[in-house]
T-cell receptor, first 111, second 114 residues
């Protein structure tokens, strides 16, 4: 059974800092990995999707990498801003099965 | 462009009452999902529908039923609500499941069972 772990559960950084969020998964036979953002009281918004054949994806200040062999993905946020404060979740898909989610990292960016 | 729309947004039930959560998507997606989110437990899949006319159990299906009414709509029914079903419920959709699917979520339905 696929398990997805995100460490740390919470992170607080000063504005302007570059930061990395971590995601690990137990079964490396995945088809894709997605990173989501969730604001308090809201639904999830897809940030980046990495197909299994890709090593990374970039969107603005966000860069997600994927290392299938080690079962790891990282989400890099450059020049963090208070507006980046949210919970970030990663999720993996294997075959035609639905996504399996991690429990998320709650990020606070302090002005 | 509405995306994924869930109703109601908030609901309070008494133990034993029944209710249906409605979900509709306007992106012509084939696959639809119902998740619940609880503190410390993360998102857990209740049921999903890979395509119109099919439904499958997820990780936590007990106490729930679903109906894929048509390609746009996927409802979740609680036949006899229990306090353990107090949660935030999210509907999601994707073009296809699995390896082709970027997932789009609704805003959530917050259910309290007393």
């Amino acid at each position: 059974k696929q398990e997805v772990t995100q460490i740390p559960a919470a992170l607080s950084v000063p504005e302007g800092e570059n930061l990395v969020l971590n995601c690990s998964f137990t079964d490396s036979a995945i088809y894709n990995l997605q990173w989501f953002r969730q604001d308090p009281g809201k639904g999830l918004t897809s940030l980046l999707l990495i197909q299994s054949s890709q090593r990374e994806q970039t969107s603005g200040r966000l860069n997600a990498s994927l290392d299938k062999s080690s079962g790891r993905s990282t989400l890099y946020i450059a020049a963090s801003q208070p507006g980046d404060s949210a919970t970030y979740l990663c999720a993996v898909s294997a075959g035609n099965t639905p996504l399996v989610f991690g429990k998320g990292t709650r990020l606070s960016v302090i002005a | 462009n509405a995306g994924v729309t869930q109703t109601p947004k908030f609901q309070v039930l008494k133990t034993g009452q029944s209710m249906t959560l409605q979900c509709a998507q306007d992106m012509n997606h084939n696959s639809m999902y119902w998740y619940r989110q609880d503190p410390g437990m993360g998102l857990r899949l209740i049921y999903y529908s890979a395509s119109e006319g099919t439904t499958d159990k997820g990780e936590v299906p007990n106490g729930y039923n679903v109906s894929r009414l048509n390609k746009r709509e996927f409802s979740l029914r609680l036949e006899s609500a229990a306090p353990s079903q107090t949660s935030v419920y999210f509907c999601a959709s994707s073009v296809f499941g699995g390896n082709t699917g970027e997932l789009f979520f609704g805003e959530g339905s917050r259910l309290t069972v007393l």
